[in-house]
């Protein structure tokens, strides 16, 4: 257990849609990122936050919008969904912004 | 850019010793992260080298050179469970973010 945690585990809905993934980071970690991972794909780098703020940014689509709250817990919103977007969806954490990630269990996205 | 290269797939036998190798972008390059990631699952941490040299933690090994911008990472003593891929994740600091490669497949057989 890395102490990350992700809710929900899983999510299935329908294209068009829109979806929040929710991601807590490790006690004292200050940075969480975002990951995609399509099927038999690599881990793609979506958003980095750092202390509620946004530190870097990677190949996030503009559907895609993310925040990181005063508690530091962050969320991922992924709108007009579309079939592509099925995937699993990593938050990590570090303590600062140049640290050893630590990975939650993930969120895996069905749109159908 | 970071460009990372490492084996799409490889296959060893149970007990036996096999070595991961990486080759990374060396400009901006700070460190250098091996994470395994079972299929569906977390990656998770395994190494983390910043200076040149071997750095061995129980079964597995994590090798560095900055200038040649290499590393592997060497398993022995294989296990069933070590089925899973390896991802090689340079640190750039010039960038402020670490690069994930797409991974090595590994599969061990009986």
């Known amino acids: 257990d890395s102490g990350v945690t992700q809710t929900p585990k899983h999510l299935i809905t329908a294209t068009g849609q829109r979806v929040t993934l929710r991601c807590s980071p490790r006690?004292?970690?200050?940075?969480v990122y975002w990951y995609q991972q399509s099927l038999d794909q690599g881990l793609q780098f979506l958003i980095q936050?750092?202390?509620?703020?946004?530190?870097a940014k990677g190949n996030i689509l503009e559907r895609f919008s993310a925040q990181q709250f005063p508690d530091l817990h962050s969320e991922l919103n992924l709108s007009s969904l579309e079939l592509g977007d099925s995937a699993l969806y990593f938050c990590?954490?570090?303590?600062?912004?140049?640290?050893?990630?630590?990975f939650g269990p993930g969120t895996r996205l069905t749109v159908l | 850019g970071q460009n990372i290269d490492q084996p799409t797939e490889m296959t060893a036998t149970e007990g036996a010793i096999v070595q991961i190798n990486c080759t990374y972008q060396?400009?901006?390059?700070?460190?250098l992260f091996w994470y395994q990631q079972h299929a569906g699952e977390a990656p998770t941490f395994l190494s983390y080298?910043?200076?040149?040299g071997l750095e061995e933690k129980g079964r597995f090994s994590s090798f560095l050179s900055r200038s040649k911008g290499y590393s592997y990472l060497l398993l022995k003593e294989l296990q069933m469970k070590d089925s899973a891929s390896y991802l090689c994740?340079?640190?750039?600091?010039?960038?402020?973010?670490?690069?994930f490669g797409s991974g090595t497949r590994l599969s061990i057989r009986p």
């Open positions: 060396t400009s901006g390059f700070n460190g």
């Open positions: 990590a954490s570090s303590a600062d912004g140049a640290d050893t990630q630590y």
């Open positions: 006690s004292g970690d200050l940075s």
């Open positions: 936050y750092y202390n509620g703020e946004e530190r």
């Open positions: 080298n910043v200076l040149d």
């Open positions: 994740a340079p640190w750039y600091s010039s960038a402020s973010k670490i690069i």
